[in-house]
């Protein structure tokens, strides 16, 4: 198993923002940024996770065209990482592009999954660490060897009871020709000609004794955006993706499994933002569960206007995701084209990161945390988000809590290729 060392040393500075839920609050960036990786290959897809003190990244690295995933863990919240272990067990078997990273979770175990193109055959990769991230054992592909169509943009999670849980869009049915869609009530709609090749939602549990549980959550989804997966304290599952609405609305869904996903309900629509699309946006949701057993969704979608542009929205669902709240707009509105959100719970309040175009024409990647008080729901504390990153242009953000402390990962510009940065926050 080949290794490197890589460490990361951060030091406080700080930054004010306002309260804007009857209360003020103080959010400090800490002022150096820690780089992950080797430095010699072109890193990106940073993926975060965390447990406790614990944080795991899991990142994509490519040379000479032939492309990797690695993964460093960190005991002290972030402040520094351990060494940057190779995670796949066949070389430059990873397929990676923006909104299908690999992605990475903690629990009694560290699991990264992946989208594979070895042999030419599309497949989401699993390996799981049981050392603490020192190896990873040999992969394992969640679904039948040798499917049709292409498979990626996957998200992953670890249950209370241990048991693995992967998302992602799957074309096995591709050649069905017509797709079936859903109203704003989850309802199944008329039929309409598939504009697109058809993709499906698929879940897949994966168990501690090696039982593997397969299942389709939802047909003719939006084929290339983000999935998300979480679990309640319930021991509920949910599933947000892409979904397409008639007609060729492309709106965000989420759908529920009381039975550990060997079903799903019919998905609700978060929002009724009707963006009509003949195309994919190329720009998912993504969805935490807090100890309330509240779903919390952020996710792009379109705003009209001369021209039009994307921004960041936010609901919230008090009812096991049979409806959400009104959507918050959260992305600095000097800016345009917000995109990427990642979110992550801090207690009872929501922190949402994104990247947008600045008025200078670069990436840039933005934070903001919403609160919640006694007597109103989840608002943002501050009028425009906290800038993350330094000078340098930045994407693709992923954000957790550990031990009290916001970690940030992002893919930024180097010297002489692409690289994984972090940077944390109180």
């Not at 990769?125 to 943009?153: C, I, N, V, Y």
Request: hydrophobic share 40%; charged share 20%; with cysteine.
């Amino acid at each position: 198993m080949r290794s490197r060392w890589m460490q990361v040393s951060l030091i406080v500075g700080g930054m004010a923002a306002v309260g804007a839920v009857a209360c003020s609050s103080n959010l400090a960036l800490e002022a150096t940024i820690g780089r992950l990786g080797a430095g010699d290959a072109d890193g990106s897809g940073v993926s975060l996770a965390s447990d406790g003190h614990r944080v795991a990244a899991a990142w994509a690295e490519t040379r000479e065209g032939r492309t990797d995933v690695y993964a460093a863990l960190s005991d002290n919240e972030g402040e520094t990482f351990g060494p940057a272990v190779k995670v796949n067990d066949i070389e430059g078997d990873a397929r990676v592009s923006g909104e299908q990273p690999p992605r990475v979770a903690l629990g009694r175990d560290v699991v990264v999954v992946w989208a594979s193109r070895a042999n030419e055959s599309s497949r989401i990769r699993m390996a799981r660490s049981t050392d603490g991230g020192k190896t990873f054992l040999p992969a394992l592909t969640l679904h039948q060897e040798g499917l049709p169509g292409a498979r990626g943009w996957q998200s992953v999670t670890i249950g209370p009871d241990s048991v693995i849980h992967a998302l992602w869009l799957d074309g096995r049915h591709a050649g069905a020709g017509m797709a079936h869609h859903h109203d704003s009530s989850g309802a199944k709609a008329m039929p309409e000609a598939a504009a697109t090749p058809r993709q499906d939602t698929m879940h897949a549990s994966w168990s501690a004794n090696g039982s593997l549980i397969e299942t389709e959550v939802a047909p003719n989804v939006c084929f290339c955006c983000k999935t998300s997966i979480a679990v309640g304290p319930d021991q509920s599952l949910y599933a947000a993706w892409r979904h397409i609405y008639p007609t060729s609305m492309r709106d965000i869904a989420v759908a529920r499994s009381t039975d550990g996903g060997r079903t799903f309900d019919a998905p609700t629509r978060v929002s009724l933002d009707n963006w009509q699309l003949s195309g994919c946006p190329d720009d998912g949701p993504a969805m935490v569960v807090d100890a309330a057993n509240v779903i919390h969704v952020v996710w792009p979608t379109l705003v009209p206007g001369t021209p039009p542009s994307k921004g960041i929205f936010y609901a919230y669902s008090i009812d096991s995701g049979k409806s959400f709240s009104p959507r918050q707009r959260l992305d600095d509105l000097q800016a345009t084209s917000a995109a990427h959100p990642a979110i992550a719970l801090d207690g009872r309040d929501v922190v949402v990161v994104w990247d947008e175009l600045s008025p200078a024409k670069e990436r840039r990647v933005r934070l903001r945390r919403l609160s919640q008080s006694d007597t109103a729901a989840w608002a943002p504390e501050s009028s425009t988000g906290l800038l993350v990153n330094d000078e340098t242009p930045a994407s693709y953000p992923s954000v957790v809590l550990a031990g009290g402390k916001i970690v940030v990962g992002w893919t930024g510009e180097g010297t002489a290729h692409s690289e994984i940065r972090v940077r944390r926050a109180k």
